[in-house]
Nanobody, 126 residues
């Protein structure tokens, strides 16, 4: 089973930017649709974005559309989440997830994911 490791979280001021990375090992990266979720303290897990196997199709939650960009580099087994114009409500632990067949437009249904990372904390100060 593939293993997912996120990095790139940290503390940033509102309006700033961060780029998260998720490296996949132990599996064939290009066989997975990849996505990001987040969970803020005291709240349920929330879908953020997803990207298709080759990167040609992306999908975003309305809350991040126009501010966040998901991308992938299949040569590096890595998926990225570029986060711009960050807001305090973006504060959360961000998790990457993988699924072999779930298309990006259906990735918001978190049930049955093949793999999850352990998360990276993003804190946005006002």
């Amino acid at each position: 089973q593939a293993q997912l490791v996120e990095s790139g979280g940290g503390l940033v001021q509102a309006g700033g930017s961060l780029r998260l990375s998720c490296v996949v090992s132990g599996g064939t990266f290009r066989n997975y649709v990849m996505g990001w979720f987040r969970q803020a303290p005291g709240k349920e897990r929330e879908y953020v974005a997803a990207i298709s196997w080759g990167g040609g199709t992306t999908h975003y939650a309305d809350s991040v559309k126009g501010r966040f960009t998901i991308s992938r580099d299949n040569a590096k087994n890595t998926v990225y989440l570029q986060m711009n114009s960050l807001k305090s409500e973006d504060t959360a632990v961000y998790y990457c997830a993988a699924h072999r067949t779930k298309r990006p437009e259906y990735f918001s249904d978190a049930d049955g994911m093949d793999c999850w990372g352990k998360g990276t904390l993003v804190t946005v100060s006002p």
